[in-house]
């Protein structure tokens, strides 16, 4: 077995692993790459990925970091089954189209300055067309089935507990007699976290590819956040001012309206209207109430009690663009979520606009920022940043509340892979920026692990 690191390799985006066995060649995720330019470039080198050579895909979750390269490799060859969890595939669906939405918008944007400048037409990274190429290629697989994958080549997945339907992959290849097991975290979830179940444990494996978003550091602890988050709320509406959430519109929307849906039913949410500003947060909340499979045993319990966990009174989804403008007149105290999580596009920033100037507004961040991002800039202290071609002060309350994260800190990391009941085990840690990913493998190496490599 051989592993060929494409992305997420001391960076967090473009995650993509090829696995080269003798019977077939199987790619672990095919994502984008985000953040600044010279990573988004390597977007464009899918081909290197070995498209008309991989026999499968083998998809951990949705989110674009993971997925959003499918259309491209497709369009470069590829043509064969793309396996994921049924909530997957649904998920896939409205995000692919919505990401092919913003390459055609981007390429047509490009063209029009490259024109000026005397230069040729820009192509999109891919179109609706590879998309609908893409979608009929989706094969889903619920947790804990074993499937072959081709001959003496399986998989199985586990609940990483991530986002809807996120997997932790277990693969086994059998080369000349011998079964080596390849187990992938995928994107580990946090425990207790709201909705989604705990990620499973797993004990064995020979290599361990394992992420490291957060193997650097801890969070705060989910209650505390809460608290905190209740605290920004009361002082908005006691004050008449706006809360602006960027959040990915899969998974952090629906656990933030889900944590808002607490609040409520315990009687301590202010009477404060909620703006779901994202057609696709919109789109992909009717998606995680088809899923209730993957939902923790207290969503399933209020579920039977016929009470909606992702719905409360006052919550307004903004889908038309004039909806969406409107929010911006409101005059009192409104909590207005919109995509993307990491502020480096969609509706989210026309709301920075309207409100990172005014030192009585509420900026809460709530997911991670990768390097390049904006969100990463505001976060760590940017007097001001260029919003639509204009200089926009940064002038708002900013707040970080880590207990919301969707990835498991470092103690939590450690705690999953201390399961694992081989310290001889193969680690390769990915899927974090450098310092995350090398405190992680040093804290692997003080816990007994002899093999780790960062790659």
Known sequence: MRIVFFGAARTVTGAAFRIECEEAKILLDCGLFQGPREFEERNRRVDLYGPATTSAVVLSHAHMDHAGLLPAFVASGFAGPIYCTPATKDLCEILLLDSAHIQEMEAEWQTRKNLRKGLGPQKPLYTRGDVERTLPLLRPVPYGERRELAPGIFFRFQDAGHILGSASVELWAVENGTTTKLVFSGDLGRRHQALVNDPQIIEEGEVLLVESTYGDREHKSQEESVREFVEILEQAYREGEKVIIPAFAVGRTQEVLYTLHELHRKGIMPPIPVYVDSPLATAATEIFKKHPECFDGQARALLKLHDQPLELPRLIFA?????????????????????????????????????????????????????????????????????????????????????????????????????????????????????????????????????????
């Open 319 to 455: 889908k038309t663009v004039e909806e969406s403008r409107a929010i911006n007149d409101l005059k009192g105290a409104a909590v207005i979520i919109a995509a993307s999580g990491m502020a480096n596009a969609g509706r989210i920033l026309h709301h920075l606009k309207h409100n990172l100037w005014r030192p009585t507004a509420h900026i809460l961040f709530i997911g991670f920022q990768a390097q390049g991002t904006l969100g990463r800039r505001i976060i760590e202290g940017a007097k001001s940043v260029k919003l639509f071609g204009e200089e926009v002060a940064v002038r708002a309350q900013i707040h970080t509340l880590g207990g919301f994260s969707a990835h498991a800190d470092r103690r939590e990391l450690l705690d999953w892979i201390s399961h694992f009941k081989s310290k001889d085990m193969k680690i390769f840690v990915v899927h974090g920026e450098e310092k995350s990913a090398q405190s992680l493998a040093a804290s692997l190496q003080e816990a007994g692990f002899s093999h780790v490599k960062v790659p």
